[in-house]
């Protein structure tokens, strides 16, 4: 697969996966001319406006499958902080319900 293709729906959103999908859309759909690091602010680094930010959350949430609320906002501020929730949606969406450990619903 080529390095700038969005990873398979079907493929663990691992956080590495996450991160490498936002350098993506940063590079090719918002045209940033850097590195990408886990470490940089959304906002004062890449200085991502309000569009900036709409347009990767979109992007995230089709190719992750997922879907991020207004209220995930408050706790991002960084790239890996955003590549952590992502991944943590994308998981919680392939845990079957119920107990893991037994397969039995849990009421």
Do not use: C, K, Y
């Not at 590549?83 to 319900?97: I, Y």
């Amino acid at each position: 697969m080529p390095p700038d293709a969005p990873p398979d729906a079907t493929r663990e959103a691992s956080q590495e996966a996450v991160l490498r999908e936002i350098s993506r859309v940063l590079n090719s759909e918002l045209q940033l001319q850097r590195e990408v690091r886990p470490e940089d602010d959304l906002a004062l680094d890449l200085q991502l406006d309000s569009v900036g930010l709409l347009t990767l959350v979109v992007e995230l949430e089709n190719t992750f499958r997922i879907a991020l609320r207004e209220e995930d906002s408050a706790s991002v501020r960084t790239v890996g902080e955003l590549a952590g929730l992502v991944a943590a949606r994308a998981a919680a969406l392939r845990e079957p319900e119920g107990d893991s450990a037994s397969g039995v619903p849990v009421p």
